[in-house]
């Protein structure tokens, strides 16, 4: 059975960083698309970034390109999220998620097939 476990979220001011784990068991992921996406309260889940767990290509939302990085640890079988210069906006719960998606549907959540749990991710101003 697959499991996604997300870790390393919490509250920070506006200007920090936080750096989410997503460890990930039970099935080989060689052929998938990892991602993380988020939701705050009262909007739709919304993609955030996402990579090739073979070839290693990423992908960002204009909104967090340039501050967040997305990586994989093949050996742990584990996913990163580091995010710096946070922003009040970027407050939400934060998922991981995978599947067999490529391009150019990696954006969309329902195109994976796992998820983890979620993690909050609070900004202070």
């Known amino acids: 059975q697959v499991q996604l476990v997300e870790s390393g979220g919490g509250l920070v001011q506006a200007g920090g960083s936080l750096r989410l784990s997503c460890a990930a068991s039970?099935?080989?992921?060689?052929?998938?698309?990892m991602g993380w996406f988020r939701q705050a309260p009262g909007k739709e889940r919304e993609f955030v970034s996402a990579?090739?767990?073979?070839?290693?290509?990423?992908y960002y939302a204009d909104s967090v390109k340039g501050r967040f990085t997305i990586s994989r640890d093949k050996a742990k079988n584990t996913m990163y999220l580091q995010m710096n210069s946070l922003k009040p906006e970027d407050t939400a719960v934060y998922y991981c998620?995978?599947?067999?998606?490529?391009?150019?549907?990696?954006?969309?959540?329902?195109?994976?097939?796992?998820w983890g749990q979620g993690t909050q991710v609070t900004v202070s101003s």
């Open positions: 039970g099935r080989t992921f060689s052929s998938y698309t």
């Open positions: 990579i090739s767990w073979s070839g290693g290509s990423t």
């Open positions: 998620a995978g599947g067999p998606v490529r391009r150019p549907v990696i954006t969309t959540p329902t195109q994976y097939d796992y």
